[in-house]
């Protein structure tokens, strides 16, 4: 009787745990096919990968007849010294696979340029909230990469903020974590945007392969000089570095942002001061009065000007000059004519006057002519005299002031500027 309670405690023991490991395995989710840069995991025991090599990680699941809900695929490579700082481990987000489907995720890892020639595991797991996690190893075997340079580091000088119209000063450290050493490496820093570039070819990048071992080792490239303009405008600009090694078929490039802060020492302007006299006057009928309209070219470089003199109601406008060409810091005196006609009417006439460059204008005056009848030409003669000797000594007036005002102005900048030097 004892022997067969034993043998019947045994069965239903047995029948719990097939229960138990049905339950398992239907509402677990399981690896069906693992492919590490579309080689499958299971027809190969070691995998040559190259140092810096970038790992396509494609992982095939397969939920139970209950399903998966919230499931997570990771891979993980352990024993690099520095995976503090550079992350030899990757997620999914939770997903769920359907009851008796198939599921696939993909992952990318990237391998540090400075793996050990050496083994190292790669970890694929699934995890979900309750089941047991389910663990499947891939064995890579890290190989040196035959030709390897990288841009390791960069220094500039003053720094990343420079005037224009100085130099900016490039250090550039490359990386050799390859297996071969490289000879004639070009090396370029350029900003673009602002037309600027500098090269130096470096003889030997050299490989450290002490002990046996494939060792990263570094070279100095010498210092590279960017003459910023000195009109530059202010602004982030981007700063590219280019490495060209492997006889030049291979290219490795890095950018960086360099402010540039405008120099007002060097900037070009098109600055035209004008000084007018009377803006308003009296004239009569049938006579004519002038205007002076004094142009001052306050800019870096010779510039021509049109002048033009427009009006109406039978009053005429004419210029002594329509075309005026100024030297920097020159100065020219226009004068406009302005006659009412006998049957003008009375009263203020406006007469507008523009100044273009090319066909952009520049600026506009407007000048008021008081028209009144008509008196004897010899006193409005005299009078007419007497008023262009006035404009003339007004204009005259102006223009020595504005040119004394400007010096004083210029001579402060230079004076501060030396000091700052």
């Not at 499931?71 to 503090?84: H, K, L, R, S, W």
Request: glycine share 6%.
């Amino acid at each position: 009787m004892k022997k067969l309670m034993s043998l019947m405690a045994i069965f239903v023991v047995s029948v719990l745990m097939v229960s138990m490991v049905s339950a398992l395995d239907d509402t677990n989710v399981k690896f069906h096919k693992v492919e590490v840069n579309n080689v499958d995991i299971e027809k190969t025991t070691f995998l040559s990968v190259e140092e810096g090599e970038e790992l396509d990680i494609d992982v095939v699941l397969l939920a139970g007849a209950a399903g998966a809900t919230d499931v997570q695929v990771e891979v993980e490579i352990g024993g690099y010294e520095y995976d503090d700082y550079e992350n030899l481990e990757k997620e999914t987000e939770v997903f769920n696979v359907l009851p008796g489907r198939t599921k696939s995720v993909s992952l990318t890892l990237n391998l540090p340029k400075g793996l050990d020639k050496d083994e190292y595991w790669l970890r694929v797991r699934v995890m979900d909230k309750k089941t047991t996690t389910q663990e499947t190893v891939v064995r890579l075997s890290v190989e040196p990469t035959r030709h390897g340079v990288d841009i390791k580091d960069v220094a500039l000088s003053p720094g990343a903020k420079v005037q224009a119209g100085r130099s900016l000063l490039a250090s550039v450290l490359l990386e050799n974590f390859g297996d071969k050493h490289e000879d004639d490496v070009k090396v370029t820093v350029a900003i673009p945007a602002l037309g600027v570039s500098a090269t130096e070819f470096v003889d030997a990048v050299k490989m450290d392969d002490k002990n046996g071992l494939n060792n990263i080792d570094y070279e100095d490239v010498p210092e590279m000089f960017l003459s910023i303009p000195g009109n530059a405008a202010a602004g982030t600009y981007k700063l590219d570095v280019t490495v060209q090694y492997d006889d030049l078929r291979e290219t490795v490039s890095k950018s960086f942002n360099v402010e540039v802060v405008e120099n007002a020492l060097f900037q070009t302007s098109d600055k035209l001061v004008l000084a007018v006299g009377p803006v308003a006057k009296t004239v009569a009928q049938g006579t004519t009065t002038n205007f002076g309209v004094a142009l001052i070219n306050e800019g870096t470089s010779s510039k021509a000007y049109t002048v033009e003199a427009v009006s109406g109601n039978g009053v005429t406008a004419t210029v002594s000059e329509s075309l005026v060409v100024l030297s920097p810091k020159q100065s020219k005196v226009v004068a406009v004519g302005v006659t009412p006609s006998a049957s003008a009417a009375i009263g203020e006439n406006l007469v507008s006057v523009t100044i273009k460059s090319g066909s952009e204008s520049v600026e506009t005056v407007s000048l008021k002519a008081n028209v009144v009848p008509g008196q004897s030409n010899d006193s409005f003669n005299l009078r007419n005299g007497l008023e262009i000797a006035l404009i003339v000594l007004v204009v005259l007036l102006v223009i020595i002031g504005l040119i004394v005002g400007f010096s004083r102005l210029r001579r402060d900048d230079e004076e501060e500027e030396q000091t700052y030097y």
